[in-house]
């Protein structure tokens, strides 16, 4: 089978996985109010990431309205599996790329010797 028909295979097995069907699930118990907590908690939380990654020191009353979010969420039943779900999902994908990375990081050499993909993939997702 063709690299590229393996690769259609794994994004149906992941959409059919369970954590996708937990998010699904989850998300479609949201009622309006549930919703925007989340986006408001989304859009606070991708703001504090890009201070903290430009080198700005995030504000206190910032740092302090995610954490009530954040309370808000985990308190939230279905706002908490969907939160949980993202995680279980990134960590699948995260799982995922290094064994895809693993089997073709010796093909890559760099002035010094071998790269360092999970080095490299480290850095990278804590950008």
């Keep these: 089978m063709e690299v590229y028909d393996e690769a259609y295979a794994l994004a149906k097995a992941l959409s059919q996985c369970q954590a996708v069907k937990d998010y699904e699930n ?3 118990k949201l009622d309006e109010k549930a919703k925007q907590i989340l986006i408001d908690y989304r859009k606070r939380q991708i ?3 890009k201070k903290q990654l430009s080198g700005e020191k995030p504000d206190e009353l910032e740092v302090k ?3 009530h979010l954040a309370s808000l969420v ?3 039943p279905s706002l ?3 939160v949980e779900a993202e995680a279980r999902i990134s960590m699948i994908i995260a799982d995922v790329q290094k ?3 693993g089997a073709v990081q010796n093909l ?3 002035e010094i010797g071998e790269i360092d ?3 490299i993939y480290n850095q990278v997702r804590r950008s």
């Design 74 to 76: 985990a308190m939230h």
């Design 80 to 82: 908490h599996k969907i």
């Design 108 to 110: 890559f050499l760099d």
């Design 26 to 28: 989850a998300k479609s």
């Design 65 to 67: 309205r995610l954490q």
């Design 99 to 101: 064994i895809i990375a």
């Design 117 to 119: 993909w999970t080095s």
């Design 47 to 49: 703001a504090l990431q």
